[in-house]
């Protein structure tokens, strides 16, 4: 029986809960008050048996100080998720983006070594389930409009402006 715990904490881009495992990874997490809602996200492989509510340790540290400014203290979390080849590969990728420095869909399949791959990196974000550590808000349209998100454009935009505030202070 493996066990899991959640716990939503206030930000500034709305209410944010993580699911993390027994072992400090996390297993899904986005702005959302719903564990249910980020429970169906998990990989079967992955999914906990049982989900309880409590303390989230060095990842609620984590997001608490992200959203206060500290843009790297999300890069060290551990996450686990899992798809196929490229997809986890380009999970891996999307952790390499650095924050304030966004790429385009296309730039991002490049980026995975695969440029004509320019859907499937779009479903690599899309079908991401650790949202904010695996920072799939950092990819745009090839126009610079924000494109998709799960949770949102309002919190899209509110993550690239928190993200860019340090470039603007240079």
């Given amino acids: 029986m493996s066990t899991a715990t959640y716990a939503t904490r206030t930000t500034p881009a709305g209410p944010f809960t993580a699911v993390v495992d027994a ?15 980020l429970l169906e996200l998990i990989h079967e492989s992955l999914a906990p048996s049982e989900v309880v509510e409590g303390e989230l340790g060095a990842v609620g540290e984590a997001i608490d100080r992200y959203h206060d400014g500290d843009l790297s203290a999300i890069d060290d979390v551990p996450v686990r998720q899992r798809s196929g080849p490229y997809r986890e590969h380009a999970w891996e990728v999307l952790r390499t983006v650095p924050a304030g420095a966004p790429v385009t869909y296309t730039g991002y399949a490049e980026k995975t070594g695969r440029p004509a791959a320019v859907r499937a990196a779009a479903g690599a974000c899309a079908y991401n389930a650790a949202a904010l ?30 993200e860019s505030a340090d470039l603007r202070l240079t």
């Avoid at 072992?23 to 702005?31: H, K, N, Q, R, T």
């Fill in 23 to 37: 072992d400090g990874y996390v297993l899904a997490s986005g702005w959302t008050d719903s564990v249910d809602e």
């Fill in 133 to 162: 550590f695996v920072p799939c808000h950092r990819v745009l349209r090839t126009d610079g409009s924000l494109g998709g998100f799960r949770y949102g454009l309002e919190v899209k935009r509110w993550l690239l402006d928190h």
